[in-house]
């Protein structure tokens, strides 16, 4: 249980345009969901976090006009990285939280979009 | 402020030799401590947890034990396996419930040769 899945895996695009990757959980509700994003060899750095139906919060120093995060519904949160550059090559990861359950407030990760701009 | 502190990579190991990688935190109150594994290319998967003061945490051979008075969390695992390589994140959580942030370490990259 507590699978969260991540589309796509990777993704090449050209610099100046919009990447959108989704992130699932699939077998419980999500009401808050989280994005990393993670630079090689280094930890992760939290983006933003979303709760089911509201504005995402981002941390300092995010910019929130060039990560735009939406979290729909309880299973899916979107982040689309828009007017891409090489800087924002990285590898995005998100995680999945219920409130419920014996799972409740763990953090639950994707297995992670490899983006790479060209 | 929270933070977590690892001991920095890469530890090199050969197959069955022992393993302890070291993790300190600081934080207010009373956190939640974890150790997630992240194999290549793939996301982080929580390897294990303690929510108190002198739990034991463990899972496929792993264990790390909450020490208060030391404030560590230090992984270990008797006999490794190649299997085994990937990077280790050390984090705490400052509470049980309600919504709380991770805080991570910077990870510690584990290599095992055969």
């Known amino acids: 249980g507590a699978v969260v899945s991540q589309h796509p895996s990777w993704v090449i695009c050209k610099s100046g345009t919009s990447v959108k990757i989704e992130c699932r959980s699939l077998?419980?509700?999500?009401?808050?969901m989280f994005w990393y994003r993670q630079f090689p060899k280094q930890s992760l750095m939290l983006m933003a976090t979303s709760n089911e139906g509201s504005k995402a919060t981002y941390e300092q120093g995010v910019e929130k006009d060039k990560f735009l995060i939406n979290h729909a519904s309880l299973t899916l949160s979107t982040l689309t990285v828009t007017s891409a550059h090489p800087e924002d090559s990285s590898f995005y990861i998100c995680s999945a939280m219920t409130p419920n359950g014996d799972i409740a407030y763990e953090q639950y990760f994707g297995p992670g979009t490899r983006l790479t701009v060209t | 402020g929270n933070s977590v502190t690892q001991m920095e990579g890469p530890v090199t190991l050969s197959e069955e030799a022992f393993l302890t990688i070291n993790c300190t935190y600081t934080a207010t109150g009373y956190p939640s401590l974890f150790w997630y594994v992240q194999y290549p290319g793939e996301g982080l998967q929580l390897l294990l947890k303690a929510t108190k003061a002198d739990d034991k945490g463990s899972n496929k051979g792993f264990e790390a034990t909450y020490r208060k008075e030391t404030t560590s969390f230090h992984l270990e695992k008797g006999s490794v396996q190649v299997s085994d390589s990937a990077v280790y994140f050390c984090?705490?959580?400052?509470?049980?419930?309600?919504?709380?942030?991770?805080?991570f370490g910077t990870g510690t990259r584990l290599l095992v040769s055969p």
């Open positions: 984090a705490l959580r400052r509470s049980n419930t309600g919504f709380q942030k991770l805080v």
């Open positions: 077998d419980f509700q999500a009401t808050t």
